[in-house]
Structures are given as C-alpha cells and as structure tokens.
C-alpha cells in the first residue's frame, strides 16, 4: 500500500510539471541615484539632504518622460548639466567652495529593505553625484521606476513619487 501512494505522488508531481506552465520572474531594471556628501561632517551632510531637494526637483519633471529603464538613464545622462547646476547653486548659496559632478556607473550595492521594497545585492546602473570629494555619507533613492524618499530623516515621512500618481493628480486637480 505505501508503494502505491509512492508511485501515486509521483504520478501527481509528473504531471504536475508536465502540465503547469514554468513561471519566470522578470528581472526588473532599476536606475539610482545616489548622493554622496564631501565628508560625514555635521555641515557637509546637512547640505547633501537640501542639494537632494533641489536635484529631485530639478529631475522629476525630466523623468516624467521615462518609460523604459533605456529612457532614464538616457534623460539622466542628457541632464548632468542640470543636476550639476541645481547641486551647485545649492552648494554656493550655503557657502560651500567645491562644486558637485555628476556621472553614471555600474557599482555594486548590498541587500536593501525598505518597507515593502526589497532591491537584492547587485550591481545596477547609478546616478552618482559627488558633492565635493564625495567621501561622505550618501542618500539614495530610485531614478527609474520612478520611485523616490524624498524624506531621508523621518521614517514616518516618506513621500513616493509616480509618473501615474502625478498623472491621476493633474486630471483631477489634486494638489500635491
């Protein structure tokens, strides 16, 4: 009797695997951005979250073109100039001498869990900004999707921001 439901069991699994179709998960494509401070100074990284504003500000109506991973890294790309002049008039306007560069490069980036989110070890395609030498601390977040804290101190306070969010928004006139 126990061979029998042996040889059933396997009978079931066979044609389970027969039968069910192989399910692949899709390998999604993320852009970040990250923000790294001259130093892990008090004043250097005070002025990394007020230049992060003016550069998520500066992107946001750029990348609400973007609808493949190809066409951020694209706008971001075609946008130095402007992420390094929002960078810079926030530098100069706080008294900071150094100014900020940015770039694109692949590195290498640890498991992060953040709610909901999870984006595995890897290396993906980053947005780096140095602010000066770079040596600081960072602030990140994700260029594409367009998913983004806009609120690094306060947990509690994490606004997302999504190109079909904003979308809806704009047709019903909701303000922000």
Not at 10 to 36: D, M, N, S
Request: aromatic share 12%.
């Amino acid at each position: 009797m126990k061979w029998f439901l042996g040889l059933i069991s396997v009978i079931g699994l066979a044609l389970i695997f027969i039968f069910c179709p192989t399910v692949q998960v899709e390998q999604k494509q993320y852009l970040r951005i990250h923000i790294r401070a001259n130093s892990n100074s008090q004043a250097d990284q005070a002025v990394k979250y007020l230049v992060k504003d003016a550069v998520v500000d500066a992107l946001i109506p750029v990348l609400s073109e973007a609808e493949t991973f190809e066409d951020a890294k694209r706008l971001v790309q075609n946008n130095f100039d402007l992420i390094e002049s929002a960078a810079d008039a926030v530098l100069e306007e706080n008294g900071f001498a150094y100014k900020s560069t940015a770039q694109m490069k692949q590195e290498y980036f640890p498991t992060r869990c953040y709610d909901d989110l999870t984006l595995e070890e890897g290396v993906y395609d980053a947005l780096i900004l140095n602010l000066g030498s770079g040596d600081g601390n960072n602030w990140w977040c994700l260029v594409y999707p367009a998913f983004c804290f806009t609120s690094s101190t306060n947990s509690d306070n994490v606004v997302y921001i999504s190109k079909i969010w904003e979308i809806i928004k704009s047709i019903t006139g909701e303000e922000k």
